[in-house]
């Protein structure tokens, strides 16, 4: 019936508005693409933002607009990520994105594939980890100039996790 049919029209109005106002507001970058194409088909004021794109740059155009052209980035890497996530479910990994002014930084990116109305397509949430990414190098850096023979041992795994270089002195090995 007519009646009907306007409940699961205003049903569907607030289902689309939930995920607007969820998409809008969560704090990762999200994009969706399509698999096959690469096309962005929806992003995030979130991702435009660390990108330095507007929402009308992106939408339309190739995901790799905001990758580096390194091979490390490209698509047949992504095409891999992509397929693991299909077959193992979602994914989370290390990757670089790259700003409108050039500027390449790293990202941690939990990649899904999704059924959108009947159509598969990739959600992928970005986080700039800059600012992680220095902390551990210098974490990294102190570690390494401390004096005193520091290894790290995880009793689970009943092995030797981390040396520091004054230990590899010390003891002539390199635990690479």
Not at 149 to 155: E, G, N, S, T, V
């Amino acid at each position: 019936s007519a009646a009907d049919t306007r409940v699961l029209a205003e049903d569907e109005t607030t289902y689309r508005e939930a995920y607007e106002a969820l998409f809008e507001k969560i704090s990762a970058g999200l994009v969706v693409h399509d698999p096959e194409t690469g096309t962005v088909v929806d992003v995030n004021e979130r991702f435009c933002e660390m990108n330095g794109y507007d929402r009308s740059e992106l939408i339309g155009e190739p995901i790799s607009m905001v990758t580096p052209p390194e091979e490390a980035y490209g698509r047949e890497a992504a095409e891999e990520m992509i397929q693991r996530a299909r077959t193992e479910g979602p994914q989370r990994f290390e990757w670089r994105n790259q700003r409108r002014d050039g500027d390449t930084f790293p990202v941690e990116v939990d990649l899904t594939v999704i059924e959108l109305a009947d159509t598969e397509r990739v959600l992928a949430s970005v986080q700039d980890i800059t600012e992680r990414k220095r902390r551990e190098q210098e974490y990294e850096q102190i570690f390494n100039s401390v004096n005193d023979a520091i290894m790290m041992f995880d009793p689970d795994r009943k092995d030797i996790i981390q040396v520091n270089d004054a230990y590899k002195r010390m003891f002539g090995y390199n635990f690479e």
